[in-house]
């Protein structure tokens, strides 16, 4: 199932993080999510409330920089992370302890 990257941003994830913002914050840390293809996000998990903005952030904790098609394969299965990164697909820049927390992000639209 192909998910819309912009939706999933833009409306289910900032709409998990106000729901969810206690959960959120116990994540921690400042990301910038970069999908080739469908854009950038900056997702801050340390502000009261976290927020995700179409931005780009220079303060982030983690830069993450990943095409449209291999995060579609992220998000189908969170566990191919590793895979995607050690194939080079995923780069990584800045705290990678910071973005093996997505998992958790993301399962927070669930």
């Known amino acids: 199932m192909t998910v819309d990257v912009k939706k999933l941003f833009n409306e289910d994830l900032k709409a998990a ?21 469908a854009g950038g996000w900056t997702i801050d998990l340390v502000s009261d409330p976290p927020s995700i903005t179409e931005a780009v952030a220079t303060d982030a904790g983690v830069t993450i920089d990943v095409a449209e098609s291999d995060f579609q394969t992220l998000v189908a299965d969170p566990g191919a992370g590793m895979k995607l990164f050690f194939a080079g697909k995923l780069k990584v820049k800045g705290n990678q302890m910071l973005a093996m927390n997505l998992q958790k992000l993301f399962a927070l639209t669930k």
């Open 17 to 37: 993080l106000a729901a969810r913002g206690a959960d959120a914050r116990k994540i921690g840390g400042k990301y910038q999510m970069n999908v080739t293809g």
